[in-house]
């Protein structure tokens, strides 16, 4: 069976801005001013992964400054306003590049993403809250490595340590930024690392990286590039006890970005932020479904899902494993605030990590993802193995007997294994100390559940980070394996860009790092279009109807969300869905 023909494109059946899964094109360079990069209705910022930077060290100036506490955000902003007045009336540094970060303790508890609604979306926008403190197995090598875990809100923090680590982070505008139309190299790694200290913990870079960036990108993915990371402008770190309201100033000279230039674009961004937090309503988003189209066709999913059989069962053995996924297109009545589905995804997602990514004046790339690809502290490594996927029960007896199911099926467990021991091996090769435990179990979920193992390991060296994450991405939990045969098999047969959905999200810090694998996502314009992704785990013993079924199970939260009213949706099967934009 030849590959499917190239895509065709349809137009849009709105004819407000919508957001499309287009056929692939090229991603065109940016226009750049000197390194700044220009993009309409956004001010100039610096892009970190200049040529200047190519065996630079850190920047020279790293420090963050502390002011006294306020008693509420409004009145940390006053003086964060202060604070880069009085920096503008000083004379600048004579170091030709540093990152300073100034925060505010803030006395109360604030909700971050009622924070980051207030900002409105001129600028650039990122949010990330892991999951909650879940109890560790009873197992050394994973409780150490998991000390401080999903934003340092883990089992492993104690006393004041525990409570001054972030829940959850909001961040506005960019005081450096990372964006590359190549694959995420050593030397990009490199570019983001040079500006987080390791005594300044909470100066940390945010973002995502492709799934594959070496398949084309479409029109909804153009303003990602090939991976996008922001040290934010200004941040609300929202506390278990507490707040911190915190701004960064980046400057470096080789890159053409000086210290009076980003002195002068604080200023601008602090006076365009609001104090007072707007409460969002996290229990509906108040619109409805008037429209469905998937991408591939049940037809098309169906005939993919076969020739993967063939490979998989045939003499050559070409593949074990193979993930497909499906972009679905949601037409509402309404458009939909991407903070607003963030509040109503983080509600039910407390085993989860929430996350929204979006560069200035692009769409808005959320999700709610059960699975971590990694978490660093120091030389310690987490990491953990999920697949196998059934409904929760309706009731307790119903949900113990689907559990149950879905721990002895056959079919679950061979995908799983593979998962499982490929991240180990994977693991291996660049750690010592290499524990799983438990084997297998069971994770619940508020409308699934899987099966999971947690692994551990020590890094021989902090400079292996960015071979942790090219090693362990893309995990045979969203590609397959072997690797290329089946990141190739997803290349040849899926007609639409993944993008970064399934790819790396989370944060790069200078002691500590931790990223999520991007699933349970989804892409939201400013239009009236939600692209929402899925994808299921091809094996021996697969059913192309039962794997359809799935992919509707792990976008239902989406779908739950969005059909606020009990309307007909007119659901149009179309190989192709029209832009976004």
Known sequence: MAPPPPPRTLSPSSSSPSLRSSGRRPLPSARLVGRWVQRPS?????????????????????????????????????QLREAVAALEAADPPASPSGIIRIEVPVRQRGDAVEWLHAQGDLRARCFFSARAAAP???????????????????????????????????????????RGTEPFSLRDWRAIKRFLPRDCPLIRAYGAIRFDATSD?????????????????????????????????????????????????????????????????NST???????????PTKASWDLAVTKALQMIKGKQRELVKVVLARCSRY???????????????????????????????????????????????????????LAGTRARGKTRADDFQIGQDLLLSSKEDNEFTIVRDSIKKKLEMICDDVVVHPSKALRKLPRVQHLSAQLAARMRNEDDEFDILNTLHPSPAVCGLPTEEARQFIQDYEIFDRGMYAGPVGWFGGAESEFAVGIRSALLGKGHSTLVYAGAGIVEGTNPSFEWDELDLKASQFAKLLQYQEQHICLQEAENMGTVI
């Not at 970190?48 to 902003?77: F, K």
């Not at 988003?285 to 991408?295: G, M, P, R, S």
């Not at 990514?357 to 692009?362: G, H, S, T």
Request: hydrophobic share 40%; proline share 5%; net charge negative.
């Open 217 to 281: 990108h479409s029109v909804e993915w153009e303003e990602f590039g090939s991976f996008y990371f922001i040290v934010p402008q200004v941040e609300y770190n929202e506390l278990e006890e507490s707040s911190v309201l915190a701004t960064t100033i980046a400057w470096d000279d080789s890159l053409s970005w000086t210290w009076q230039n980003a002195v002068k674009e604080l200023q601008s961004t602090l006076q365009k932020i609001s104090s007072s937090p707007i409460k969002v309503n």
């Open 136 to 178: 560790l197995p009873e197992c050394p090598a994973l409780a150490i490595a998991s000390a401080g875990n999903g934003n340092g809100n883990g089992a492993g923090g104690v006393g004041g340590e525990q409570r001054q680590r972030p829940v959850s982070v909001a961040g506005v505008g960019s005081a450096v930024f990372f």
């Open 285 to 295: 988003l108040q619109t409805t479904i008037l429209n469905l189209n998937h991408v």
């Open 42 to 78: 956004c001010s100039l910022s610096m892009n970190g992964c200049g040529a200047a930077v190519a065996g630079a060290g850190a920047v020279a100036v790293r420090e963050t400054r502390a002011l006294p506490a306020a008693g509420a955000a409004g009145d940390a902003v006053g």
């Open 331 to 385: 037409i509402t009545d309404t458009c939909i605030d991407p903070v607003e589905l963030l509040a109503c995804l983080k509600v039910e997602g407390q085993n989860a990590y929430q996350f929204c990514i979006q560069p200035p004046d692009a769409p808005a790339f959320v999700g709610n993802s059960p699975e971590q690809l990694f978490h660093r502290k120091y030389l310690n490594i987490s990491s953990e193995a």
